[in-house]
């Protein structure tokens, strides 16, 4: 069994976060173990290991190329974060409730 680093750890739940997947469908597909996924998250909450960055900046953006249509559909628009990490990208039909742990994921890094 491999061991994990903190920042592995830091990482691992940050992932978990942005992937809409939950802790137990995480866990099994990378074949973590649930009960030490929880302890270690619970651990790096209460020593404030996670650090909160800025709020990110959002925009919703619309394809350049107009088509025939009047108004570019929903699932043509999409969402985009800059982030100190990258430009995350996700189309603006994505569920409110995964777009919030994503922002939250996000501030962890």
Same mark, same amino acid.
């Given at each position: ?32 173990? &649930?009960?030490?996924f929880y302890a270690r998250k ?15 900046k959002a925009t919703v953006t ?13 699932s043509a628009q999409a969402i ?6 990258? &430009? ?10 995964? &777009? ?10």
């Open positions: 069994m491999a061991t994990r680093s903190h920042q592995d750890w830091a990482a691992l739940i940050q992932q978990q976060s942005a992937s809409g997947l939950t802790i137990s469908n995480f866990c099994r597909v990378h074949k973590l173990s &649930l009960s030490g619970a651990d790096m909450a209460k020593t404030g290991t996670q650090q909160i960055a800025p709020f990110v619309s394809p350049t190329a107009m088509t025939t249509q009047a108004q570019p559909s929903a985009h974060f800059q982030h100190h990490t990258g &430009l995350w990208t996700f189309p603006s039909t994505l569920p409110p409730r995964y &777009l919030l742990e994503i922002i939250k994921g996000l501030q962890a890094c």
